[in-house]
């Protein structure tokens, strides 16, 4: 089992800066792919970025490329997002997430474990 555990959401302005902090247990850090999705009221969970163990493979989704960057530190069991520039419409609950396969994967059903989020509210 994996216990995730994110913290670093609130509430900013528009073009304002967040870092989130996810912090793992239970499981050996360096063998987990992590991930950070959000949710939006109303919308379905989407993908927001993964990172490879070692940190060297690195995904985003269109939308948050140059302006979000996804960062972890394994012997701190830490996975990070780093949010700048941030619109209205980036608010959201932000979930980690790991998982154990082989690949890196953008997909909701290749996570195994979940944090309980944290919300991130941006004002315009």
């Known amino acids: 089992q994996v216990q995730l555990v994110e913290s670093g959401g609130g509430l900013v302005q528009a073009v304002g800066s967040l870092r989130l902090s996810c912090v793992s247990s239970g499981r050996t850090f360096s063998v987990l792919n992590m991930g950070w999705f959000r949710q939006a009221p109303g919308k379905a969970r989407e993908f927001v970025a993964a990172i490879g163990r070692s940190g060297n493979s690195i995904w985003y989704a269109e939308s948050m490329k140059g302006r979000f960057t996804i960062s972890r530190d394994n012997p701190k069991n830490t996975v990070y997002l780093q949010m700048n520039s941030l619109k209205p419409e980036d608010t959201a609950i932000y979930y980690c997430?790991?998982?154990?396969?082989?690949?890196?994967?953008?997909?909701?059903?290749?996570?195994?474990?979940w944090g309980q989020g944290t919300q991130v509210t941006v004002s315009s």
């Open positions: 997430a790991a998982s154990t396969m082989e690949v890196l994967a953008i997909r909701l059903e290749s996570y195994d474990f």
